[in-house]
């Protein structure tokens, strides 16, 4: 990993104000490389472009001051939504170790002009696309006002999403030992609308991950699934980054899940 995941997950803010200047070439470059190899541990390959904006008619009515948009597809194919998630925070989170802002997007574009400019076949999705550019001094007075209607600086509370052996019991950041500080990152996620979906229940030496859902699904697909991806990215690199080594697994426990709470997948730690 070439970035500090816990530096940039406490560091990074959504941008949709940017200062109007074009990335420099060296950062362009690096971004390029980074995401041309850039992979997720549930194997599902995701195919990343930068874009320019005005070549290829692209647009969000919420952001102002860009000129290159980061997109992604993916095939619709088994845990599609999570592997891409995973894999465009990554993406975003090395964006803030360039500087570069970012903002995942997934209702608020032209979704036409990006899906044809990826060229998206009839069997891949484009669940989210990001402007990628240089954060504005000050924020637009629209922006302002989203972050306020949307609660962006909010989170739920430690023990509200994170569970010792079930459901029944809340977790404390002192009885999470060396999971602690990888679920509080977790806990810091975007998400859309800042739902934060994600749930984990900590069984021994597996942390278990569920989806509270609470939006239906639409033709991209889960999208909420796609915000689990994201935690599962920050719970991971944190992970390795403080010397652990876990591998994901899909394996139901025997939990009983509340209402509306699904499973999605199991980190094992492994050494």
């Known amino acids: 990993m070439t970035f500090s995941a816990k530096e940039m997950i406490k560091q990074r803010k959504s941008v ?3 200062d109007g200047k074009t990335l420099s070439d060296e950062d362009r470059k690096n971004l390029e490389s980074y995401i041309q190899v850039l992979t997720n541990p549930f194997d599902v390959p995701v195919e990343f472009r930068l874009l320019d904006a005005k070549e290829h008619q692209l647009s969000s009515p919420v952001i102002v001051g860009e ?3 980061l997109a992604a597809k993916v095939k619709r194919e088994r845990n599609y939504e999570i592997a891409f998630g995973y894999s465009f925070e990554k993406a975003c989170l090395y964006a803030k170790s360039l500087g570069i802002g970012t903002v ?3 209702a608020s574009l032209s979704r036409s ?3 044809e400019a990826m060229n998206v076949q009839e069997d891949e999705v484009l669940p989210t696309a990001s402007p990628v550019g240089y954060p504005a001094e000050k924020r637009s007075i629209r ?3 989203m972050r306020k209607g949307m609660k962006s600086d909010e989170r739920i509370a430690f023990g509200e999403l994170f569970f010792e052996g079930s459901f029944d019991k809340p977790l404390t950041e002192e009885a999470a030992g ?4 990888a679920l509080e990152m977790t806990r810091l996620s975007p998400s859309a609308t800042n739902k934060q979906p994600w749930r984990a229940v900590v069984d021994g030496s597996r942390v278990h ?3 509270q859902k609470t939006l239906k699904d639409s033709a991209l697909g889960d999208i909420q699934k796609v915000d689990v ?3 599962l990215c920050h719970f991971d690199l944190v992970m390795e980054e403080n010397g652990a080594s876990g591998r994901f697994l899909f394996e139901a426990p025997q939990i009983k899940m509340p209402e509306n709470v699904y499973y999605i997948a199991t980190y094992e730690r492994v050494g």
């Not at 060396?178 to 500080?181: G, K, L, M, P």
């Open 67 to 69: 000129h290159t948009y």
């Open 16 to 18: 949709r104000t940017f």
């Open 229 to 231: 991806g994201i935690a």
């Open 209 to 211: 991950f569920y989806e």
């Open 143 to 145: 922006e302002n006002l």
């Open 104 to 106: 995942i997007l997934a």
């Open 113 to 115: 002009a990006f899906e």
């Open 178 to 181: 060396e999971y602690a500080q």
